[in-house]
């Protein structure tokens, strides 16, 4: 650690590898430069090369490209009883790729279907155990990335400059999107994303699509909280035909919709 003079008390360490400076008593000060010399997130990574012992910080083993090929050609040799003979540049290594590309019209290995599929089910499998999304582009992160991106270059109008009635309707879609991902199996049918899909496949007017008991417009119009018409409790399968005839009618009123509300989300508490 590198100690910089502040006060008479307090001292300024400077990590030797990543430079950042951290603020300490002079105590502290003295026992770092005699026990540390980086910082805890520099000593997390610190290992010693395993081909020439030198320390770094990498997450690999080796420190370095030429370290790195120097391991991979004594392994191969240990593995294999010959020297790698497979770089880029090497002529087994163009003799390889010719022959793939005569036999199999590809110039690597990802572009074959088997591993183009197995790429993409690894992928899925990954969003799926750790976002319980299907696509990456659906992390919030990077959704709320994407619309400053474009809110800034001026392609799209920034939330706060909507209507009302746009962030309210975007809102309760937003909760609806949600409750339906979590509920919809267990309070509407076991196989509801299946008919929903399924009912492409017929005439536009017997799709399948999600209607709020409660409407979204007299929710707007009589400042009800979005949870309520966006929860599952107010949610139903109707056909496009059927979803027209009702438009803004309430089939629920809006204190027996807020009962259901409160039953519900107890019960979800309750069991979890």
Not at 11 to 37: P, S
Not at 157 to 170: G, L, N, S, T, V
Request: net charge positive.
């Amino acid at each position: 650690m590198i100690i910089k003079h502040l006060s008479e008390n307090k001292k300024i360490i400077e990590c030797e590898n990543c430079k950042q400076q951290t603020l300490v008593l002079k105590k502290t000060a003295e026992r770092f430069k005699t026990k540390f010399k980086y910082c805890g997130s520099c000593r997390k990574f610190q290992k010693k090369c395993t081909v020439c012992k030198n320390e770094h910080f990498n997450q690999g083993k080796t420190c370095s490209p030429k370290c790195a090929q120097s391991l991979k050609e004594k392994t191969y040799l240990k593995s294999c009883g010959a020297i790698h003979n497979f770089s880029k540049e090497s002529k087994s290594r163009k003799e390889w790729e010719l022959k793939m590309f005569e036999n199999e019209g590809i110039e690597n290995v990802f572009q074959r279907s088997q591993v183009k599929e197995k790429s993409l089910d690894s992928l899925k499998k990954h969003f799926n155990l750790n976002y319980d999304i299907k696509n990456v582009s659906q992390i919030p992160e990077i959704k709320n990335k994407v619309r400053e991106t474009f809110e800034t270059t001026g392609l799209w109008i920034p939330k706060k400059d909507w209507p009302k009635r746009k962030i309210y309707y975007h809102n309760v879609w937003e909760y609806t999107w949600a409750n339906l991902k979590k509920y919809a199996q267990l309070e509407i049918s076991n196989d509801f994303w299946v008919k929903l899909k399924e009912s492409r496949k017929l005439t536009r007017n017997e799709w399948i699509c999600i209607d709020h008991i409660y409407a979204i417009n007299q929710g707007f119009l009589n400042n009800i909280d979005p949870k309520y018409i966006g929860h599952i409790k107010n949610l139903q399968p109707l056909t496009m035909t059927e979803n027209r005839k009702k438009w803004e009618r309430c089939d629920i009123t809006i204190e027996k919709l807020i009962e259901l509300y409160n039953i519900f989300e107890k019960k979800i508490n309750y069991e979890n």
